[in-house]
Structure formats: C-alpha cells, structure tokens
C-alpha cells in the first residue's frame, strides 16, 4: 500500500490493517533513492507476505539495506534475523538496546508472558540478530536521501525510539513506534518496564516537534497535520490524564 511518494506500509496485524500475521506492527518501507528501508520487521511470521506486498509495486525485498526498529518487543523485531538473512541489511536500533537483540533475551521483552496471554503461538521463538548501527539519542544516520535521526522516547518499553525523517522537498515525518498513535493513542501494557511517567515526558518532547507526517507503530498513519495526534496525547498527560489506549 503505498501511502506517499516513497513510504509504503507492507505489513499490519490486527491492531492496525489486519493484512499480515495478527501479531504484526505496521512495517513501512521507505525508497531511499538508495534501495530500500525497513521500518521494524513484524513477528517474522509473515517475511514472506511483506515480500509480496512490495512485489505489487515493482520492489523486491532483496532491495533493503536497513532496518530501523523502534523497540524489542517481537511483534516489531521478531522479523529482523530473517529478513537480514535474505538480505544482508543492516539493523539500526537504539544503542542501549543492542545486548538484548544479540543475546535474544526473550525475559527482556516480557515475551514469555506474551505467549502465555495468547499474543504470539506457543512455540513462537525470538531470533538473535546483530546490531549493525547503534545510535545514540539524537545521532543522525543518512540513507540515501533521507535522514533519520533517533529519539530515545521510553515509556512503553524503557527502550522505544521515535526517528524524525527528514529530507529535500518531502515532508518532515515522526516515525512513532508504539510511543504515539493516530488520535493521541498509546499503548498500554503491563509489562516490567512500561512507565506512565516517562512516557508522558517522552510526550511533552516530542509535542515541540512539528512533522507533517505521522507512522505509528499499529493503527493508521498521518498523511497530513501529525502534530495535532502528538499534541493531543500531551494535553491529556498534563491535565494528569491517561490518553487512550490501543490495547
């Protein structure tokens, strides 16, 4: 589905487009100019589906070179280790997370209890993968012609990073995660490291920004105004409100 002059979204689960495996997050893919990246990975259960839906518009997943994950949790970078298996891309994450995605630390990401509640199939395994690019809060990596420049954002895992993409005469747009949705959204978990308190700061950052475009991690995208969702989430935490959550 190709939802602007370089981003698609290729994969949805059932809190979003419902299109590829239930469990999946929203999976973008940018045309750098230079190939294509990946913006988070799904579960892995649909590499094959994600494939296909490039396909449709002449792309082939052999094109990645990157894949940016915005957290660990597996809906959203369970997929990597396979798609840098067909590929070769280079996985660019948080840096702070990277020891927990190389040793596939499933307790980290609260997976066990995950399925255990239903959300994954009782033999869905998290794969290793290696960190090819770290970055630190505010570094930039240049991809082609687009610039992604990392926000460590923790709240819904103490690990979520947001990416502000940038480049010539396109848009500005906020690459979310689960940090902010469609409406003001978040979503809530009770997991170890879920914080109200941190992600209503990571909030009041992020509402200075001003992207044209909003990519969540689940629900629809924000083709046009996206600060007004951010905003919204952050009136609701400073009048010591929750803001709806997704799940």
Not at 59 to 74: G, K
Not at 109 to 132: E, N
Not at 222 to 230: G, N
């Amino acid at each position: 589905m190709r939802i602007s002059r370089d981003i698609y979204l290729i994969g949805s689960g059932k809190l979003g487009f419902d299109w590829t495996h239930p469990a999946d997050c929203n999976v973008y893919a940018v045309d750098t100019g230079e190939g294509l990246t990946l913006i988070d990975s799904g579960t892995g259960l649909s590499v094959d589906g994600l494939a296909g839906h490039l396909e449709e518009h002449q792309l082939s997943i052999t094109a990645v070179t990157h894949i940016l994950l915005t957290h660990l949790h597996a809906d959203h970078s369970g997929g990597a280790a396979e798609i840098v298996r067909r590929t070769g891309a280079q996985v660019v994450l948080l840096d702070e997370a990277a020891s927990i995605l190389e040793a596939g630390d499933e307790n980290a990401i609260d997976l066990p209890r995950a399925r255990l509640a239903g959300f994954y199939p009782p033999d869905y395994s998290w794969t290793p993968c290696k960190a090819d690019i770290r970055l630190r809060d505010g570094e930039a990596l240049a991809i082609g012609r687009y610039t992604f420049t990392a926000m460590h954002t923790p709240g819904h895992s103490r690990y979520d990073t947001c990416y502000v993409m940038e480049a010539a005469d396109r848009p500005n747009v906020l690459i979310s995660g689960d940090t902010v949705m469609y409406g003001g959204k978040i979503s809530m978990l009770s997991t170890h490291d879920f914080s109200v308190a941190d992600l209503a700061s990571s909030m009041e950052r992020l509402s200075a920004l001003e992207p044209e475009m909003l990519l969540p991690g689940h629900g629809q995208p924000a083709l046009s105004r996206a600060t007004e969702h951010i905003r919204t989430a952050s009136r609701i935490f400073g009048t010591l409100g929750i803001p709806p959550t997704i799940s």
